[in-house]
């Protein structure tokens, strides 16, 4: 099956003219795909999106493997070559394009910043993943149980996620500013909301209300990307 394609071009601020042409392969209630869309929009960068639905199976077609051996969303193309993995992108945007900086300067603050988001994306997202639920429900198990156990694996991450940020101030999780902390919390509190899990925990509500106000974390919205519910 040929992967169903919607594009859309975003752009925000100033545009780098130099830089290579940016292409998103997403979904647009993809957490993962959320995230480097929320990196895009900070950078101000150009970028055209290419959506496949992941209900329909359309990352496993053979086109898209041919890009994505793993079958996975979210994709970056850069030119001629091709980036996988959410973190790993949002890190080559930053490197490439440092102003803002989703990174403290300083080492010890980058880790704590970087332990933070892998909170999210190794521990807490993966159970939630659409093949790992599918997988869970071949065992047998009722789409009940299913959500029970994504709900307490998101709301026990989530806590630890509070505990990490309690000693920090400002509207953000590290401080006065946007890190790559809040561009992987906001995804996964949209998910949290999805499967009905509880993230009243100490400072993240009220960071989640101060990227609200962020252009760039409003146009990364699920319900604002053209694929949505298409």
């Known amino acids: 099956m040929a992967s169903a394609a919607v594009t859309v071009t975003r752009a925000f601020g100033m ?3 130099a830089c290579e042409p940016l292409i998103l392969h997403g979904y ?27 209900r329909a ?11 994505n ?6 994709a970056l193309e850069v030119g001629d070559d091709l980036l996988t993995q959410s973190l790993a992108i949002i890190e080559y945007l930053d490197e490439l394009h440092p102003d803002p900086p989703l990174l403290p300067a300083e080492p010890l603050e980058r880790a704590k910043v970087r332990a933070f ?15 790992v639920l599918k997988m869970l429900k071949k065992t047998g198990l009722d789409q009940a149980a299913i959500d029970a156990w994504a709900v307490q694996v998101i709301e026990q991450g989530l806590a630890a996620c509070s505990e990490l940020i309690a000693e920090n101030s400002g509207p953000f999780c590290f401080g006065d500013k946007v890190t790559l902390a809040d561009v992987l919390l906001v995804p996964q509190l949209g998910n949290a909301r999805r499967f009905g899990a509880r993230f009243d925990f100490g400072r993240i509500t009220e960071i989640e209300a101060a990227c609200a106000k962020l252009p760039a974390f409003a ?9 949505a519910d298409a």
């Open 57 to 67: 199976g359309d990352q496993r077609a053979s086109d898209y493997l041919a890009l």
């Open 28 to 54: 647009w209630r993809s957490t993962a795909s959320w995230r480097v869309r929320i990196a895009l929009g900070l950078k101000g960068l150009e970028w055209e999106g290419k959506a496949h639905d992941l």
């Open 69 to 74: 051996p793993q079958g996975f969303v979210p």
């Open 15 to 17: 545009i780098d003219m």
């Open 117 to 131: 988001a892998q909170v999210i994306a190794c521990d807490i997202h993966p159970v939630q993943n659409l093949k």
């Open 219 to 227: 146009a990364a919205r699920p319900e604002n990307q053209p694929d």
